[in-house]
């Protein structure tokens, strides 16, 4: 049984950071392309980030670049984006996806405000 889970979440400031993670199972991880998908309320779904299977490559919106920085441990089945100079825009569910968004995990929220 396919899961990812998400977890990170939580209210932050403009400017702060935060570090967001997603546990998988029921896959070969460590064969998966894995992205980050957020969804702002009343919006669609947005591309935030690839990595590939092996964390050499990665790949980034241009909404997004040189603040948020994408990760996997291979080891722990685990994927990571870690967010930093937060803005009011980047609130939103989170969400960690495998293959081509094949799996999808709940989400975690990440809310900005002041």
């Known amino acids: 049984q396919v899961q990812l889970v998400e977890s990170g979440g939580g209210l932050v400031q403009p400017g702060g950071s935060l570090r967001v993670s997603c546990v998988t199972s029921?896959?070969?991880?460590?064969?998966?392309?894995m992205s980050w998908v957020r969804q702002a309320p009343g919006k669609g779904l947005e591309w935030v980030s690839d990595?590939?299977?092996?964390?050499?490559?990665?790949y980034y919106s241009d909404s997004v670049k040189g603040r948020f920085t994408i990760s996997r441990d291979n080891t722990r089945n685990t994927l990571y984006l870690q967010m930093n100079s937060l803005k009011l825009d980047d609130a939103a569910l989170y969400y960690c996806?495998?293959?081509?968004?094949?799996?999808w995990g709940q989400g975690t929220q990440v809310t900005v405000s002041s």
């Open positions: 990595i590939s299977d092996d964390g050499g490559s990665t």
């Open positions: 029921g896959f070969t991880f460590s064969d998966y392309y």
């Open positions: 996806t495998a293959g081509d968004w094949q799996y």
